[in-house]
């Protein structure tokens, strides 16, 4: 909405500037009107003006400003989330924005340009305000700690803000669903923020026309309402999109610079590339994979072979969290429950692999 308004003003000043112009560089029409030749005005050079400064303030001069303010950091203002706190750093940021213009006004002596000058000023006091304002919300976190949290000293302060526990969630690690119960143990703590641009790829993997996609999608949505519905849990939707952007992940890389937030991903990729943009991700599998037990060679384990391995003779159990065991001459064991010794532990990208032999030809040996 603000946008729009925006829009509109600049038309407005824009159809103001370029009807003065024309009469600054004496390119105006002679045309008096009347009733009669009231049609006439369409061809003069006054109404030329008038709607080349219009489509320039509308179109143009919005553009370059949404582009700068782009550079600083996006941002929009939703009025649900509107704090008394909000309302006072908004109007700081008018009052100094509204400071800046009139010293522009005033350096460049802009008033007295003939004709254009006062339109001109107002345009350059409604920029400077506008721009002020938006900075200012943009940057509410910092300004709101340095206004209203005073008595901690500068050290705190930069630690915290160093130390952001805010994390967005990308799709992958909300259809995963493991972060839910995660974090109903506490071990995770601050926002969870979920992007709009999140929310709206889950509800096209969920109106897929697979069905293993389809089901995929409607989990995740049903993950992220019992999320809302937890107390405990700090769920967010952030609205903010870069339309700039197409790619998703490079969307989630971009708002978390913005935000100063960290990543919850399970997407490999997602994490090498956020890494080299100097985001810091937290990746469920890499959690998972930490948290296995310790297996050391020599020790002995229960399990079940319930297929055949790779290689002949050999056989492959699971472990109750997904770990593979591989079993030497195991297949012959094929659908029973066993005793075996580890031979050795390996360490893969995809997890971890533990590799065994039955205990039975230990003893017989």
Request: hydrophobic fraction near 45%; aromatic fraction near 10%.
């Amino acid at each position: 909405m603000l946008k729009k308004i925006m829009r509109v003003i600049f038309g407005i000043f824009g159809g103001i500037i370029g009807y003065n112009l024309v009469y600054v560089f004496s390119l105006a029409s002679d045309y008096k009107f009347s009733w009669q030749n009231w049609n006439d005005l369409f061809l003069t050079t006054q109404f030329l003006g008038i709607v080349i400064g219009t489509a320039t303030g509308f179109f143009l001069i919005y553009y370059i400003l949404e582009r700068s303010l782009s550079l600083i950091a996006g941002f929009e203002i939703k009025l649900k989330e509107i704090t008394w706190k909000k309302i006072i750093i908004g109007i700081i940021g008018l009052i100094i924005g509204l400071i800046f213009g009139a010293i522009i006004n005033f350096v460049f002596s802009i008033p007295k340009i003939p004709r254009v000058g006062m339109p001109i000023q107002i345009l350059i006091n409604v920029t400077f305000t506008y721009m002020g304002f938006a900075l200012a919300l943009n940057r509410e976190k910092d300004i709101s700690k340095f206004l209203f949290d005073s008595s901690k000293n500068s050290m705190e302060y930069m630690q915290n803000k160093n130390s952001s526990s805010d994390k967005i969630l990308d799709t992958s690690v909300i259809i995963d669903g493991r972060i839910y119960d995660i974090c109903k143990t506490d071990f995770i703590e601050g926002k969870l923020i979920i992007p709009e641009f999140v929310l709206e790829e889950l509800r096209h993997i969920a109106d897929s026309s697979d069905a293993l996609k389809r089901n995929r999608g409607r989990r995740g949505l049903d993950i992220l309402k019992k999320m809302q519905n937890t107390a405990k849990i700090d769920v967010k939707i952030v609205e903010k999109d870069f339309e700039e952007i197409a790619e998703v992940d490079s969307k989630l890389v971009r708002l978390a610079q913005i935000i100063d937030a960290k990543i919850l991903t399970n997407d490999y990729n997602l994490n090498k590339v956020a890494d080299l943009q100097g985001v810091v991700v937290l990746n469920i599998n890499e959690l998972a994979n930490a948290v296995k037990p310790v297996v050391l060679p020599g020790e002995e384990m229960d399990v079940k072979v319930i297929k055949k391995g790779k290689e002949d003779g050999q056989g492959v159990a699971y472990l109750d969290d997904g770990t593979m065991i591989v079993i030497e001459e195991g297949v012959k064991y094929m659908g029973d429950n066993i005793s075996v010794l580890v031979t050795s532990v390996l360490q893969t990208a995809a997890g971890r692999m533990i590799f065994a032999k039955p205990k039975v030809n230990e003893n017989a040996m």
